[in-house]
Nanobody, 116 residues
Framework: QVQLVESGGGLVHAGGSLRLSCTAS????????MGWYRQAPGKQRDFVAL???????NYADSAKGRFTISRDSAKNTVYLQMNNLKPEDTAVYYCNVVGTGPFVSWGQGTQVTVSS
């Protein structure tokens, strides 16, 4: 079992920045990748970005050029730096891990609101 705790959401004006953090605990040695998804009201949960334990990254088209995912392996923490935020980025952002088993774990979500 892997538990995830997210932080860093909030309210920001369009063009502003936020950094989300997600710290994993528990059976972290089985983690293969950590990432972020988001879900806007009335919409499905969509992929945003991920980073593997080898450092390979992947981004949704909507995140490319504005968002950067990174990790601190020693702290079992993944970050999502979000720049030039737009109102359409407003959503609940969920941390996600996939690991050997296989297994998938989700965080509780953190709200990001971008005002125009």
């Amino acid at each position: 079992q892997v538990q995830l705790v997210e932080s860093g959401g909030g309210l920001v004006h369009a063009g502003g920045s936020l950094r989300l953090s997600c710290t994993a605990s528990g059976d972290t040695g089985r983690i293969n990748a950590m990432g972020w998804y988001r879900q806007a009201p009335g919409k499905q949960r969509d992929f945003v970005a991920l980073i593997t334990t080898r450092g390979t990254t992947n981004y949704a088209d909507s995140a490319k050029g504005r968002f950067t995912i990174s990790r601190d392996s020693a702290k079992n923490t993944v970050y999502l730096q979000m720049n030039n935020l737009k109102p359409e980025d407003t959503a609940v952002y969920y941390c996600n891990v996939v690991g050997t088993g296989p297994f998938v774990s989700w965080g509780q979500g953190t709200q990001v609101t971008v005002s125009s």
